[in-house]
């Protein structure tokens, strides 16, 4: 079973825009900026657990330029920015930048002189992924958001400014509803897989409608009440 017998007459059609943006989403090379703690959730999504080389990212470049992707996991400092700005300057056309976690986004808890609040003041932000830290899953839907993204980007200065004045924007979407299985039998073991997980870090929940994720009552702080954790609503 190959590609060939799923095509009709063996011939596949695509715009050379979708074809290059398909290339540049599947082989993206993370050029990771680990400063604090969430570089270790960041260095977890590369195990066998998470499995981030089945987007074609297991290559975590240690040379800028030969990256095009930027994790900006914890916090930076003053000190810090300009080397983070070398580095970025270093990096090939086309780049992006994902920051991670609240630090790297807004400064975090860390509202002082030292620190830089949020490293949008160093570098433009693509993607930011809120947490304290934020788990591995967060990450990957962050990337996967990312390459959403890069599907619908221009290649071309005169498409970038036509898509501007259509106000046309990429649409966003919750990985647990876009890839949330549809048959009963998947979405079964995918219920059970998602409570194992939280037995084991020790709060029980189920899988709601649609791919939602749902806490049980009173599992919120004893509050007594449902709390549904969906980016759509």
Same mark, same amino acid.
């Given at each position: 079973m190959g590609l060939e017998?799923?095509?009709?007459?063996?011939?596949?059609? =695509?715009? +050379?825009?979708?074809?290059?943006?398909?290339?540049?989403?599947?082989?993206? !090379?993370?050029a990771t900026f680990g400063l604090a703690c969430c570089a270790i959730e960041m260095?977890?999504?590369g195990g066998s657990r998470?499995?981030?080389?089945?987007?074609?990212m297991e290559r975590f470049s240690a040379t800028p330029r030969q990256a095009d992707l930027m994790i900006v996991a914890g916090r930076v400092t003053n000190k810090m =920015?300009? +080397?983070?700005?070398?580095?970025?300057?270093?990096?090939?056309?086309?780049? !992006?930048?994902?920051?991670?976690?609240?630090?790297?986004?807004?400064?975090g808890m860390f509202n002082n002189y030292a620190v830089v609040q949020g490293v949008d003041h160093v570098v433009p932000v693509d993607m930011y992924l809120p947490g304290c830290p934020p788990r591995p899953e967060m990450l990957l839907d962050a990337i996967l958001k990312l390459h959403a993204k890069v599907m619908d980007e221009p290649i071309n200065a005169k498409r970038a400014e036509l898509?501007?004045?259509?106000?046309?924007?990429?649409?966003?979407?919750?990985?647990?509803?876009?890839?949330?299985?549809?048959r009963a039998g998947k979405r079964r073991m995918a219920?059970?897989?998602?409570?194992a997980q939280r037995r084991e870090m020790g709060a029980e929940g189920e899988l709601g409608a649609a791919g939602v994720e749902s806490l049980p009552p009173g599992g919120s702080g004893g509050s007594g009440r449902r709390d549904e954790i969906s980016t759509g609503r």
């Open positions: 017998e799923s095509l009709p007459n063996g011939i596949l059609l =695509a715009n +050379v825009e979708k074809l290059v943006n398909w290339t540049r989403k599947t082989s993206m !090379w993370p260095m977890t999504v998470y499995d981030i080389a089945r987007f074609g =920015a300009p +080397v983070l700005r070398q580095i970025y300057d270093q990096m090939p056309e086309p780049r !992006w930048v994902l920051a991670m976690g609240v630090c790297a986004s807004t400064g898509q501007a004045e259509r106000g046309e924007r990429t649409e966003l979407t919750a990985s647990s509803e876009k890839y949330a299985p549809k219920q059970r897989q998602q409570q």
